[in-house]
């Protein structure tokens, strides 16, 4: 069981806007702001695509934006585009005694 | 630009041993923390742990302690993760990532090296 909770799955039609919410505890998203999250598309490597809640990479689109609201961080992505399709994964730092970092289960983004 | 590439594909019975390689480039290789995480077939994403390619030191997940074993050739930039005792439940594509440009993320990643277990 992951310790970051996703929907399993999300969609939305191009142009629309669609969000992705990633629930946690005090110990992790709650608690620091390192929360990022990752685009991966089959077969290949994650991509990141915020960083540190809220921040874009270079080179990422302005349409993908991050927020954090206590235990649950979000990302959402306006403007909908067939590419955005793609599974969609979280990820934070966590003081926990068992691990460092914690990715959430995954959402998948279907465009329809 | 930093490229991070890794070594092909292994098959491997249950029982064995693993060692995956991951060489740095583009980056000063000693100055940023090198992860390790894996992806079973169908599944989400799994940290296993952490090397600073500068002291060698490590962390890895609980889950991990005992097979685990991260390690680094600073004269190469390369940093290798061996994993032992395998079983089928082992059975995924590995990556390293490098937070290069973010402190505590996962900015560049390798390819993945998938590693298949099976009798």
């Known amino acids: 069981q992951s310790a970051l909770t996703q929907p399993a799955s999300v969609s939305g039609s191009p142009g629309q806007s669609i969000t992705i919410s990633c629930t946690g505890t005090?110990?992790?998203?709650?608690?620091?702001?390192?929360v990022s999250w990752y685009q991966q598309h089959p077969g290949k490597a994650p991509k990141l695509m915020i960083y540190d809640v809220s921040n874009r990479p270079s080179g990422v689109s302005n349409r993908f934006s991050g927020s954090k609201s206590g235990n649950t961080a979000s990302l959402t992505i306006s403007g909908l585009q067939a590419e955005d399709e793609a599974d969609y994964y979280c990820s934070s730092y966590t003081s926990s005694s068992t691990r460092n970092w914690v990715f959430g289960g995954g959402t998948k983004l279907t465009v329809l | 630009q930093v490229q991070l590439v890794q070594s092909g594909a292994e098959v491997k019975k249950p029982g064995a041993s693993v060692k995956v390689s991951c060489k740095a480039s583009?980056?000063?290789?000693?100055?940023?923390?090198m992860h390790w995480v894996r992806q079973a077939p169908g599944q989400g994403l799994e940290w296993m742990g952490i090397?600073?390619?500068?002291?060698?030191?490590?962390s890895y997940a609980q889950k991990f302690q005992g097979r685990v074993t991260m390690t680094r050739d600073t004269s190469t930039s390369t940093v290798y993760m061996e994993l032992s005792s395998l079983r089928s439940e082992d059975t995924a594509v590995y990556y390293c990532?490098?937070?290069?440009?973010?402190?505590?993320?996962?900015?560049?990643w390798g390819q993945g090296t998938l590693v298949t277990v099976s009798s």
């Open positions: 583009g980056y000063t290789f000693t100055s940023y923390y």
């Open positions: 990532a490098s937070s290069v440009d973010t402190a505590m993320d996962f900015d560049y």
């Open positions: 005090s110990s992790d998203v709650g608690g620091y702001k390192y």
């Open positions: 090397i600073n390619p500068s002291g060698g030191s490590t």
